[in-house]
């Protein structure tokens, strides 16, 4: 049925740059805000970038100038551009599909930057 699958996680170096990409099934992704959350070991669950269905955008203070959020309806894809990473981005980064009615989360994907 609905099916958010994320790609793209790794290992990357400081400074480096990493995207990540979530494929969406089952849904009428047009009418859908999309958004990325990132869980770190012992941390909460953080919510690091969002786009409404207009293409909006919003985006955690920590990451705001760094990180940026697309969206491609034609694919039903949402994107998350990481550059200039650090150390303290590390963690699972999770998509999230929401509208008045229902909201799904995919399972994750491992972001790891280290030297």
């Known amino acids: 049925q609905v099916q958010l699958v994320e790609s793209g996680g790794g290992l990357v170096q400081p400074g480096g740059s990493l995207r990540l990409s979530c494929a969406a099934s089952?849904?009428?992704?047009?009418?859908?805000?999309m958004g990325w959350y990132r869980q770190a070991p012992g941390k909460q669950r953080e919510l690091v970038a969002r786009i409404t269905r207009l293409g909006s955008t919003n985006y955690a203070d920590s990451v705001k100038g760094r990180f940026t959020i697309s969206r491609d309806n034609a694919k039903n894809t949402v994107y998350l551009q990481m550059d200039s990473l650090k150390p303290e981005d590390t963690a699972v980064y999770s998509c999230t599909g929401s509208n008045t009615e229902n909201h799904y989360w995919g399972q994750g994907t491992q972001v790891t930057v280290s030297s």
């Open positions: 089952g849904i009428i992704f047009s009418i859908y805000n």
